[in-house]
Every structure is written in C-alpha cells, then in structure tokens.
C-alpha cells in the first residue's frame, strides 16, 4: 500500500467518524433549543426535563466530537500538504473561520449554559442555547464552504503556483455550497428527529414512567422527521443539476448510465486532454443506499407521524419497534453521500486544479500507516465511548441529576392517557 492509498483511507475514516458526532449533535441541538425555548415561554416543569435530558446527551457527543474534529484538521499539514501548499491562502480561510466558530465561540457557550442552570436569569440561560445552536450551524457553513471550493474552485487567482483569494463573494456564492448546505442540514433534522423518536420508542416499548416526557418527545420527532427526510430528498435532486454542469462524469458513474457515462467522456477529453479522470463506478452503490434509504425514511415516518393520531403509534406497538431499529439509517445516508461527494470528486483533490497526486505529502507510507493506525484506534475508541454513555443515559432516563440541579420527581402516569 503506498502512501496516497493510505492518506486518502485515513482521511475517509478520520472524517467518516466526526461526520456521525457532527450529523447527531446538529440535530440534537434544535431539540434541545426548543424544548428550552418551551420552557421560558411557559414555564411547564416537563419542559425542562425534555431539555434537560436530551441536553445532557448532546453535551455526550458534543465533547467527543470535538476531539474528533482535532485528528481530523491534523491531517491536513500532516498527509496533505500540497493542498494546503497550493490553495491554502483559499481553502485555509474558511476553515481558519469554522475553527474559531467551533472550538472557541460556541465551546465556550455551551459550558456557559451547562454551568448556567438556575444560576443565570432564565431568559440569558436560553440565549446561549440559542448561541450554540446559531454557532453550530456557522461552523458547518464554514465547512461546506471550503468543501464547495474543492467540488468548484472560484474567487481565486493563481500566482507562482498558488492560488489567491481574490473574491470573497464568489467564495460565499459558489454553485456547488446552496444545495449541499440545505442538504446536510435537513440530513441533521431527519437524524435528530428519528434519533429522538427512537429513543422516545424504546422507553415506550418498556412501558416508561415517564409518559408525558417521552410523549412530548415522540410527537416531536415525528414532526421533524418527515420534514428533514422529504427536504433531503429535493436538495438531493437538486444537487444533481449544478454536478452534472460541474463534475459530469460524477454523475454518470451515480447513474451509470453507458450513454451518460459516453458523453461524460468526451467532456473531459476536451476539459483535461487524454488520461483517466473517471472517478470510481462503486460509488453508485453509496448512492443508491443512500437515496433508497432517503425514500425509506420519508415515507415510514410520515405513516408514523399520521398514526400519532388516536394513538395509533403507540396503540399498535409494531411502529415502535421500527423507529428504534431505524434509529442507525441516517448515520448510515450521511455517510454514504459523503462518499459520493468525495470519492466522486476523484482523481481531483481540487476539482480541475489539483490531483489527490499531487496533493498528498511526501511521507513514508510506514509512517502514514502508523498515524492511520493510531487515529483510527483512538477514534474507534470515542465512538465506543460515545455509544455507551449516550446508553447509559438514555436507560437512566431524566431522573437522573443533570448539569448540578436535581429535577423534581416525575408525575404519575395517567392510565386513560395511554401516550
């Protein structure tokens, strides 16, 4: 195994694992910004335990993911350092803002909320949930827009070899950052929705004391769920419009289609020359688990959500079931259209500027090898202990004492309520 090999094998581990922390916690965070929001407004103590609960299992993967995020950016001056050579003064400024977004702006709003509960008055103490949500979703705009350049480099000039920013405009209006951002973050909702009714599922197949919390929580994510999964699937569509104008052979490998696959061809004989720019034809099999399941999760959550009436969600007990096992599915989208994205982009490291050959550092590929071990050991590790803390928690339910306060003690359930 040479060096690119393994390179490009770290990175898609490496970032495959803090897309799955990334995926959760911005779903997550929407929940937990309103049910907080629900809180302040109305002051109903159920309110606060939904929070409080589910906060506690964001704060879980929001830590770990942090770490995550830390190997990943390593990489870039370690097994990458002809693009940072070579488009750094470009690439390096939105990653450079998401960096400042993410382990500074929003890191330090969240500990403020942790530490805040009945300390700060409470409508300061929901203005950092907001904080952190708005800071959340700042960090992924940075990062979508450093990965829109790498799909269509614009805004930039070259000199001596190296790119230069030269519209920032451009940078913010590039065709390849819309789409994909709305894409990613409706995929957040639909992971978050399906994550909360999931988990409201489970304790409801225990038959759990805590009804009204898990009621509450179940109606939620039944209503987020369907809207994240039917978004997904039109600015999935609409993606392939502005790729099959910028990468088209990455959409005829999507496809493939032998006619598609023709002309693609022969665009980029007459883009590049002669040579084999095609990018690998297994990433229609990601692309049709990823959109399959996109139609999967669209159309069982929405019978879900329509069975909330009468209770027939509940009432039935064999969509419980499903929601707990489909809890994984979006994690499992997420990551396959990220390898469409990326492996599509192949051989490119910039699209039509600069090949992953060239990108990639002039290391030993034992030393490589070494550093693919280790970071994958250790973010192998995060996920386990990510898992089981969030099961630990999840089992414990909200009466558990969160973030220093001790909630006060669940109401009975009412038998006619049922759910």
Not at 17 to 46: D, W
Not at 64 to 81: A, H
Request: charged share 10%; net charge neutral; hydrophobic share 55%.
């Amino acid at each position: 195994m040479d060096t690119l090999f393994l390179s490009r094998l770290q990175f898609a581990t490496t970032t495959s694992i803090h897309f799955l922390f990334v995926t959760l916690s911005l779903g997550l965070v929407v929940f937990v910004v309103s049910m907080q929001t629900a809180y302040t407004i109305t002051g109903k103590p159920v309110y606060a335990r939904m929070t409080k609960f589910w906060g506690k299992i964001y704060v879980v993967n929001y830590a770990l993911g942090i770490v995550t995020g830390l190997v990943m950016e390593f990489q870039f001056g370690l097994n990458w350092s002809g693009l940072s050579k070579v488009v750094g003064n470009v690439f390096g400024v939105p990653i450079a803002l998401e960096t400042l977004v993410a382990f500074f702006a929003e890191a330090t709003f969240l500990g403020m909320w942790i530490f805040g509960w009945n300390r700060l008055p409470k409508w300061v103490h929901l203005a950092l949930i907001w904080l952190v949500a708005v800071t959340a979703y700042v960090s992924a705009f940075w990062i979508l827009v450093a990965n829109a350049f790498l799909q269509h480099p614009v805004g930039y000039e070259m000199r001596d070899g190296q790119a230069y920013l030269t519209d920032f405009g451009a940078l913010m209006s590039n065709t390849s950052l819309t789409d994909s951002l709305l894409h990613v973050v409706f995929a957040a909702l639909l992971a978050g929705g399906l994550f909360v009714a999931g988990i409201s599922a489970w304790h409801f197949i225990r038959r759990t004391q805590e009804v009204e919390v898990f009621r509450r929580s179940l109606r939620w994510g039944l209503v987020a769920a369907p809207v994240g999964a039917f978004a997904i699937i039109h600015y999935g569509f609409l993606q392939e419009v502005v790729i099959e104008r910028n990468q088209p052979m990455k959409l005829a490998q999507m496809y493939q289609e032998p006619a598609r696959i023709e002309a693609a061809g022969k665009l980029l004989l007459q883009q590049f020359g002669p040579g084999d720019f095609a990018p690998p034809s297994w990433i229609s099999v990601p692309y049709q688990i990823m959109m399959n399941s996109a139609f999967v999760m669209a159309l069982t959550t929405l019978v879900c959500l329509v069975l909330l009436l009468r209770n027939w969600v509940v009432r039935l007990r064999v969509p419980l079931y499903v929601l707990v096992a489909m809890i994984p599915l979006p994690f499992v989208s997420v990551i396959s259209g990220w390898l469409v994205r990326e492996v599509g982009r192949q051989p490119w490291t910039v699209y039509g500027m600069l090949t992953t050959e060239q990108a990639v550092s002039d290391v030993d590929s034992t030393a490589v090898l070494l550093s693919f071990v280790g970071f994958t050991a250790v973010l192998g590790t995060l996920v386990i202990i990510d898992y089981w803390l969030i099961a630990r928690y999840v089992r414990r339910g909200p009466d558990d004492s969160l973030f220093g306060t001790v909630l006060e003690p669940a109401p009975s359930p009412v038998p006619s309520a049922g759910f």
